[in-house]
């Protein structure tokens, strides 16, 4: 988006729900369990503590917060794939590899403030999952992936 435009109407405060989730379940320390976490058309919220989802159960549970409409709430990566618009989003972004038993997940937003984006770069990234992942259990994290890592998820897909 160009300089001095604004966000459309209630994209902010979508984003900042989202971040305000990923931070509430960071600190739980969830544990990650694959293929949890789901009903049959929607994801289940977190536990106060123990085991909750997987990485595209999380990246689901999201995008349920922050009221984007997907078609599948409860499918996988090979779902989340056709969900969205292709391409990159200077707010939310899904990066997705769907290579056959390496199938993952993260999610990018773009960090609030100039000074926080100036001094710690321009994006926050999240995950539940992944070899990356700070949380001891695997579940739910603020992380902070390396370049080589990013370049390994092909897919991307924009919600705004």
Not at 4 to 17: C, E, H, M, N
Not at 129 to 147: A, H, I, L, Q, V
Request: charged share 25%.
């Amino acid at each position: 988006m160009a300089r001095g435009k604004s966000l459309p109407a209630g994209v902010k405060t979508r984003i900042r729900r989202i971040e305000k989730a990923i931070t509430l379940v960071a600190r739980r320390k969830l544990i990650y369990s694959y293929g949890g976490g789901r009903g049959a058309t929607h994801m289940y919220d977190p536990p106060a503590s123990g085991s909750w989802t997987d990485c595209s159960g999380f990246a689901q549970w999201l995008c349920q917060v922050g009221d984007i409409r997907l078609s599948n709430y409860v499918g996988s990566t090979w779902s989340l794939a056709d969900e969205g618009t292709a391409g990159t989003s200077p707010y939310f972004t899904m990066f997705i590899k769907n290579t056959p038993g390496d199938e993952h997940v993260i999610v990018r937003l773009r960090r609030r403030t100039r000074l926080g984006r100036k001094v710690l770069g321009e994006f926050r990234w999240a995950q539940c999952g992944g070899r990356d992942n700070p949380n001891p259990g695997g579940g739910p994290s603020w992380f902070r992936p390396t370049n080589a890592r990013i370049a390994e998820f092909p897919i991307h897909r924009k919600f705004f």
